[in-house]
């Protein structure tokens, strides 16, 4: 047990390498994601994921498509870190008995990792939402056919609530750092917790289905019960249990993306809350609203889980702390 409980800053560093390297291949697909999300019926700027990157790539530059990468880099280390050394914490005190852990008490460590991960996700992703959009909202105000719907609401009305709307140099220059000051002056630490609700409800079931999924799909990899699987089945685990997870979950994914989307774009409604966004895109979108950005969550999701796992079980952590894993140069 003390072994184990000496692991931990290992279990830490390896979790926050593992956000680093993944977050950095996947970023690109996950901006695509948020902007699709946010598209509402009849105001399309996107058609799908290509036609959002090649778009962003023509009118931002390559480096549009890592809009917001910055502040998700910063704390995706931590992020990233408190979720899988907060699962292996969980399960290990789970398995006191050293029997193994049923299904009930897998899906039971999984949604105590979600919970704690919350801390860090709700404002690392309220942040990033606002910089990854806002190539979208300054797409949408020069497409004529968008801008003419603009006379149903005038356009105070709709932009009251912004943060920075317009398409201006200035709206570009934007940064991470302004945004957490202004809800912070204005609405205290709540505002970087706006979306908590909705994103405890994505990130509680994501962990409940993908660690429990990933640890006996695993299992399957094992050359025997007390040898690890090697690293090419930990990556194929990680991106089957990440993609099931992040679709099951999309829903969840998108309500928690209007709901942290501070800017609005013209004719775009805002919400009071998890029931009245859930109520309101399902009346005016339809249901077919619920799963946008699908695809894209499968895409970033897979890969980042699958690496996230490969970087934790290769076991850098033990290595950098003198504990010695580094399981890939013995694989």
């Not at 598209?39 to 023509?58: A, E």
């Not at 209007?258 to 859930?278: I, P």
Request: charged share 15%; aromatic share 8%.
């Amino acid at each position: 047990m003390s072994q184990q409980q000496m692991s931990l800053p290992a279990k830490l560093i390896n979790g926050g390498i593992a956000g680093l390297v993944g977050v950095t291949c996947v970023f690109p697909i996950d901006l695509a994601k948020t902007r699709l999300q946010n598209q509402r019926q009849g105001q399309q700027v996107y058609k799908n994921m290509i036609d959002c990157l090649v778009k962003t790539v023509r009118s931002e530059g390559y480096f549009g498509m890592y809009r917001g990468a910055a502040v998700n880099l910063t704390l995706v280390t931590p992020e990233k870190a408190i979720k899988l050394a907060a699962n292996d914490f969980f399960r290990h005190h789970l398995d006191k008995d050293g029997k193994g852990l049923t299904v009930y008490k897998e899906m039971l460590a999984g949604c105590g990792a979600g919970m704690c991960q919350v801390i860090i996700t709700t404002p690392m992703e309220m942040l990033k939402i606002q910089l990854q959009d806002a190539g979208r909202l300054a797409a949408q105000q020069r497409k004529p056919g968008i801008m003419s719907t603009t006379k149903l609401v005038p356009t105070n009305t709709v932009l009251s609530r912004s943060y920075n709307v317009t398409p201006s140099p200035t709206a570009r220059a934007v940064s991470a750092t302004q945004i957490a000051r202004h809800l912070l002056l204005t609405q205290g630490i709540r505002g970087l917790y706006k979306g908590l609700g909705a994103t405890l409800m994505r990130d509680v079931p994501f962990s409940i289905v993908y660690f429990p999924l990933f640890a006996n799909m695993n299992k399957f990899g094992k050359p025997s019960p007390e040898e690890p699987a090697p690293f090419y089945w930990n990556f194929l685990s990680g991106c089957a249990a990440g993609s099931t997870a992040a679709v099951a979950v999309n829903p969840c994914d998108v309500v928690k993306t209007r709901l942290q989307s501070l800017s609005k774009g013209a004719n775009e409604e805002s919400y009071k809350g998890v029931v009245d966004c859930v109520t309101k895109i399902m009346q005016r979108e339809g249901p077919s609203a619920f799963l946008k950005g699908a695809g894209c969550r499968a895409l970033v999701i897979a890969p980042l889980f699958g690496i996230a796992q490969v970087m934790y079980f290769v076991g850098i952590g033990e290595f950098i702390l003198g504990q010695t894993p580094f399981n890939l140069l013995s694989a």
